[in-house]
């Protein structure tokens, strides 16, 4: 067995914690190359004391200073640099072999896109940078030897129930062509599935991140509670599996066991169920097509009980249906989309708009912005650039006529 050498990029975050534990379950199997994180200095100085990387990179000249100091300190000598250049070199360097791509929102998306293109394999949790630049990250991925796994527990799923040549190459055929009707996407519903629709503005931050299964980052738990989580990964399956919008639906599953499903044509459903532990899809990952322990609790059938399935409501949920709209408008949409819900989800979590005021953002930044050009990533990271700015004044301007 060759040992893979491993960047992981977000190490600080939810999902590269999680992946830092399984990692250490298997030191013969994996040996970490680099870690990144923005500002969260103290951890990643513990992450680098436990893993001794030989880089280690942060957002800012402020925050490297700050790093060098901690690891001098405690003699290491993990050499440390900053910026969006540093992350590109630790997710390309040729004794690199695997990329953990875990940064939040489309901050990620260059680092992630280079490790594609230096035929890496990538373990996809930034779902951002398949809704902003989709189709030109499944070119480059699939141009380059680059082996492809979706960490995000639905796409993990359906990635494990459909047939092992379509998952690696979807792009060779079609699902209709290897005897897929639908790709059934499962959601739990999230914190507010079924709080009265009257009581939707007076949601509080404490109340949108704290999700009933799932133990997640800020952003994303905001998302789940939106739904807008599901919309980016209903994006994110379209790309990862060429499947068109109308082939993917949404399956409301408040258990969050079963993680997502396909349906074939002749009738079978074939689905991917365990406890709601994001250990799981990242041990699956790591060790593809090999299977490792992964510190998860097996799933106990008994104590679950039952599973429950139901539609999903978009007038409860608007953010699921302007991701669909997104979707199906295609171009520049889905970047502005994306770009507007950050800019929105980051000034509900500082309490300068409401829960409610979310999906206003985006639909007034899609009804502008959704046609601008989208051939090129120069063109998509413009459309991104711009969807911030217009989220930015319109909730300024917002704020200021109340
Ligand atoms: P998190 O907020 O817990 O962690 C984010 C990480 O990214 C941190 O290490 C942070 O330091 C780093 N980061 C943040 N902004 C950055 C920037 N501008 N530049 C460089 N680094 C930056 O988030 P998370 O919950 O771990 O999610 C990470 C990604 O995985 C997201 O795209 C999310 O949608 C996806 N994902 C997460 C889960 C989950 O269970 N947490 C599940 C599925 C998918
Ligand atoms: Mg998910």
Redesign the pocket.
Known sequence: MQQQIVTV????????T?TLDVIERHPERYQVYAL?????IEKLIAACEKHRPKHAVV?DEVSAEQLSRGLRLRGLETQVSFGSQA?IEISTAPEVTTVMA????A??MSATLAAAKASKRVLL????TLVLAGQLFMDAASHSASVLLP???EHNAIFQALPAAYRENPYQSSLAEVGIERILLTASGGPFRTRELATFADITVAEAVKHPN???????SV?SASMM?KG?EVIEARWLFNALADQIQVVVHPQSVIHSMVQYRDGSVLAQLGSPD?RTPIAYGLAYPERIDAGVQPLDLFAVGRLDFSPPDTTRFPCLGLAFSALKQGGAAPAVLNAANEIAVEAFLNERIKFIEIPQVIDAALSQLATLPSMSIEQLLEADAQSRVFATQFIQSKLSSC
């Open positions: 990029l977000g190490a600080t975050g939810s999902i590269g999680n990144s994180a923005a500002t969260q957002l992350l875990a940064i939040v929102g901050a990620g949790a930034n779902k951002e960490i995000d527990s799932w133990s997640m980052g800020r952003k994303i998302d989580n980016l994001m």
